[in-house]
């Protein structure tokens, strides 16, 4: 009996220290590489894979997802109107979901309903807070549809050229170079200024990125290239509407927006024209086609609120033939062009009390989250904070290859000239060139090992 007792203790306090032992890191072997967002993950390969929530939503956190949901899908009008008011007076679009098609990438197109592309403007100049200060008499962005009775700012009109690349195998590629021309503006501009292009990205997954630590992200930032690979990402730091600071930029295609909740509110403020407690002037404040209502901020805070939680609880959707050799053969490619450099294939999440699903969570978003010169070729020429015309956020690759399911026809870059991955890594100079020559100089076959796997992400 004193033997199967004392046998008890020695297997419980064994048991006991087991169960306390340091968490260790995920084996390589063992971790499923479908996983892009965590348990946050999504195994939907449709054309609604970016719209769904994150799994283990409380009844109360559903609510107010669905909430937001209903919000981001609303078409809005002018005002007065007993509900969905503000619209305007000028604008480029009327729901969020018009843009963000599916919840993902936005059509380069510009003035018409299915248009998701539209046009910051700004001076030399820098605003009281950093950031650009935008064209007097068009604000910092150029809004191309009106409220009846009010006139819009401008059209833009876009035309491509075409620009032939060749691989040293002798293989050629026709690029789309875009040129855009402002008509019928509203009123002349006098003196210099820069456009900046801006196609809607996907709006999944931007909790995850959220709760990516700052110094995790600061940590990849390499300005002075210390290490001579060619590749000095730096962070852009942003002044917050909301919290009057300035803060990490992680947001925006020059990471040009500090949090979720203050991309929404700007969002609704540009593209929309309707004020919030965040953004609670006009964007034509100032300008002939100011209302002058006096019912700012238009939008409530609870629809606000619902949307950013939204936003910041769309789920990821999963990694797809993650055992296809060819599709292994690539990612190894991937790694060795040295794209991960920027592409930072996996990243650990912080703590989030009130979202486990986001929280510590290891996510393959594929971005570094921070500023990089892409060279001539993709420059707009247009400062954004710390950012300059040459630099833009590295886009996050998770879903990638479901832009055509989402969005129909696909289109890639920060102003959708791509309609090819092949094409999007083409247009890489400036930091990623090394890697565009590497890639270029693959056997075809491997070429394709690499867009293969780029498209399983």
């Known amino acids: 009996m004193k033997k199967t007792t004392v046998l008890l203790f020695i297997v419980s306090i064994t048991t006991l220290f087991a169960m306390c032992r340091k968490a260790q890191p995920f084996s390589e072997d063992s971790y499923d590489e479908r996983l892009s967002g965590g348990i946050a993950t999504i195994f939907d390969e449709t054309s609604r894979a970016f719209t769904h929530a994150i799994s283990g939503l409380s009844d109360n956190d559903m609510h107010a997802h669905e909430l937001g949901d209903a919000a981001f899908e609303q078409t809005y009008v002018s005002a007065p109107a007993p509900v969905n008011s503000g619209l305007g007076p000028i604008f480029n679009n009327v729901s969020c979901i018009s843009c963000h098609h599916n919840d993902g990438k936005g059509t380069p197109t510009a003035g018409d309903v299915t248009s998701s592309l539209l046009f910051r403007i700004s001076t030399s100049d820098m605003n009281d807070f950093g950031g650009p200060a ?34 040293p195998d002798g293989e050629t590629v026709t690029l789309r170079k875009p040129t855009y021309t402002m008509q019928n503006a509203y009123m002349h501009i006098t003196g210099a200024y820069s456009l900046s292009p801006r196609l809607a990205p996907p709006v999944f997954g931007l909790g995850l990125l959220e709760n990516i630590p700052e110094s995790t992200i600061l940590s990849y ?129 912080g703590v989030d009390l009130t979202l486990p699903a986001i929280s510590n969570q290891r996510i393959q978003p594929f971005t570094d989250l921070l500023l990089h010169d892409m060279g001539d070729g993709l420059a707009d020429n247009y400062s954004d904070f710390l950012a300059s015309g040459k630099e833009w956020r590295t886009a996050p690759l998770w879903g990638i290859g479901l832009f055509e399911k989402t969005n129909g026809t696909p289109y890639y870059l920060h102003d959708g000239r791509a309609r090819t991955i092949e094409e999007a890594i083409l247009w890489h100079g400036g930091e990623a060139e090394q890697s565009k020559t590497k890639f270029s100089q693959l056997s075809k076959a491997d070429r394709q090992a690499v867009i293969k796997f780029i498209r399983s992400l």
């Open 134 to 167: 935008g064209m007097s008499g068009y604000g910092g962005q150029l809004q191309d549809n009106s409220v009846f009775g009010k006139q819009a700012e401008c059209k833009v009109n876009i035309s491509y050229s075409n620009v032939s690349y060749t691989y």
């Open 221 to 349: 930032a390499d300005e002075n290239d210390a290490d001579h690979d060619g590749i000095s990402g730096r962070p852009n730091y942003v002044y917050n509407a909301e919290t009057k600071r300035k803060e990490l930029g992680r947001f925006g295609l020059k990471a040009n927006t500090a949090t979720v909740k203050t991309q929404v509110a700007g969002a609704f403020n540009q593209d929309m024209g309707i004020t919030s407690s965040i953004v609670p002037v006009e964007s034509c404040f100032g300008q002939p086609q100011y209302d002058g209502r006096g019912d700012d901020p238009e939008l409530p805070d609870s629809i606000l609120n619902a949307v950013a939680f939204y936003v910041r609880t769309l789920a990821v959707p999963a990694r797809r033939n993650v055992t296809d050799p060819e599709v292994k053969h690539g990612k190894d490619l991937f790694n060795q062009l040295n794209c991960s450099g920027c592409h930072k294939p996996v990243v650990q999440t």
